[in-house]
């Protein structure tokens, strides 16, 4: 594949005209997942995010239980090493969190690796709302007369406790959301790990995919998490906030490593993989899926187009290596999402069922 | 000042190098407010919008009331028509959100017009926390034994109350905040607005000033979002999702209209008007906040740097047009911050100070 870039990233000097630049850049490179490894540093925190994952994993593996690793929400390519400006892509982490809590309704075991800040199972029927969950809450009148207008000198407060009541619009639902959550927290079924660049998510993946393959075939990957195509090498990266209006801003960014490939290759070859395919032209859903699909040789690739992934996504599985590819329609109906149908529902049921075949096929 | 560009989004030909891509790249112009709005389609939202806000400031002009627009959290610029990838500024939106309920505090009615998802007030001291606020929630052990343990079947629920308690961390600060809040809401003194992209930004901007405008003096501006220096002409967008792997990826961005200008000298020129310079190179804050102010000719800039900004501010003052610019830092050590005193809370003394000061100024 041609590599992709982006002029690199340098302050402009004014005297050099678009043409020169465009001459002096040097074109990108297409790098490979060893090479990105030996070239981008580890984010700090990894060696105390896997610790966590380490007895995590080593937990759910004494219980026999199936683990899947989620991904969620888009990963930023900073532009600036004190970052100001960053490359993001959309997601506001839905499908992941959903999935999430079907998985855990499953009795699988769920790494929640997602971008800071978007939304979690079980909080994302509350978060993100244009209703703050403080419209839930009601402080009894004698309490609210007497309560500072303010949030600001909460140490004027009396420690007496608070007389603060629960009325939601929906109270049966958040009874069951609680119920749910409280019973995932008591079993210790559920680890959130969190990133926020491209680079920090490599890192985090390789070393999960690493630790889970002790798993086998009960550990199951579900890489939800929009993924940037780009990042730009820390060594072209501005010190600081790039300054406008100065002439132009000439980019390069390098193209991000296919990291299925040696996630299937080396580092977890026993797991179940699934990932997945966005587009907004519903022309290139099915060929490209089946490309990456033939490209990396993972077990199912989860198409959908941007505007309809809520009412219905493709399955393009090759679980066995005799078969050829196959195709599969999830669909439900606007009707049934109003009522409150989630399509990760049949999408988790699905891959429960995939997942239990790859499991009895393997060695025993 | 130069034109800022960057080459034009297309779909690249293979054939093409970069080289000539460079030649034949025109270069970006650098437009006006008036073109701009001439040329990029307002978003479809804006009149229901402004419904609201003109029915808001009406109310509070009637009341006799100051009123500030905070402006809050970072814009995008979407790279696709159908967008998936998106240029974005860094910013929670943690000071507009805090700020804003300091200007409550103080008596103002706010237009809080913040970035969809980043931080609000009130609830900006529960949400991008860690905790979700379903910990500060408990369902008594009776019904939480005999709840279903999945959020999924709310139908199966009885209707009965829910039996739910608050165990909140700090029972005090919640009650303080509840009363703050509710107190708002009855009072009606908050409106809350929300915008995506910088484009969606810049025409709430210029029609929530002329709204606006019919204050006077009583208006004041705090433009706290983080708003893009380039935006993508709807013309030069890609209509679907760009292809990564085919070779060089090409931007051109125009630069974003320094708005600033037409809004003290057209749109509301009588009002208070604050504006935020974030730098990460504090060599550059002084001079870079001197030059707006000279600029532009509004009454404050406020520069923060990066990594400093919750420690230290310095306004930079142009009150009297006789008088020449003056500078004042404003600055709390960690351990104040430690106890939880927010810098906010002087900057908004010093702002109601100053504006009432502008107020007493002018024409009576």
């Known amino acids: 594949m041609a590599s992709c870039s982006i002029d690199a990233v340098r302050l402009p000097t004014p005297s050099r005209s678009r043409a020169d630049s465009g001459v002096e850049t040097p074109s990108a490179h297409h790098i490979s997942a060893g090479e ?18 380490r007895q995590f994993i080593g937990r759910h593996k004494e219980a026999g239980r199936k683990v899947v690793l989620i991904t969620s929400g888009g990963t930023t390519v900073p532009l600036e090493r004190n970052v100001v400006r ?71 407060m009396t420690n007496a406790d608070p007389l603060i009541t629960v009325r939601s619009p929906d109270p049966a639902k958040l009874r069951s959301v609680l119920a749910a959550y409280k019973d995932v927290k008591s079993r210790g079924t559920l ?23 002790i798993l086998g075939r009960n550990a199951m990957y579900y890489l939800a998490a ?15 906030k790039i300054q406008s209006g100065k002439g132009s801003l000439v980019l390069e960014m390098d193209q991000v490593p296919k990291i299925l ?14 990932s997945f395919k966005l587009e907004t032209d519903s022309e290139l859903l099915i060929p490209k899926a089946r490309a990456a699909l033939d490209r990396y040789g ?11 992934r809520k009412l219905e996504v493709v399955f393009v599985s090759h679980t066995k290596a ?21 399509i990760e529902e049949d999408i988790i049921a699905e891959l429960v069922r995939e997942h239990a075949t790859w499991i009895a096929d393997g060695p025993s």
């Open 226 to 240: 929009a993924v940037s195509d780009f990042f730009l090498p820390l060594d072209k990266m501005s010190e600081h």
């Open 298 to 308: 993972h077990q199912v690739v989860i198409g959908n187009e941007l505007h309809r």
């Open 86 to 156: 960053f490359l993001d892509n959309f997601s506001a982490g839905t499908r992941g969190a959903t999935s999430a809590e079907y998985f855990l309704k499953a009795g699988y075991a769920v790494i929640f690796m997602h971008r800071q800040f978007s939304l979690q199972p079980f909080s994302r029927h509350y978060s993100h709302s244009t209703n703050p969950f403080l419209d839930f809450l009601e402080l009894e009148p004698a309490h609210h007369s007497s309560a500072p207008s303010s949030p600001l000198n909460a140490s004027e």
């Open 322 to 342: 005799s078969e050829k590819a196959t195709e599969k329609w999830l669909r439900i109906d606007e009707e049934a999402v109003n009522r409150g149908k989630e």
């Open 36 to 53: 990105y490894y030996a070239t981008q540093p580890p984010p700090s925190t990894l060696e105390a995010d896997m610790q966590k994952i």
């Open 191 to 213: 680890h959130f790990v969190t990133f926020v660049t491209v680079n920090e998510y490599l890192w985090l993946l390789r070393a999960v995919a690493k630790e889970m393959n």
């Open 261 to 274: 490939k040696p996630m299937v290759d080396e580092w977890t070859p026993h797991g179940f993989l699934i």
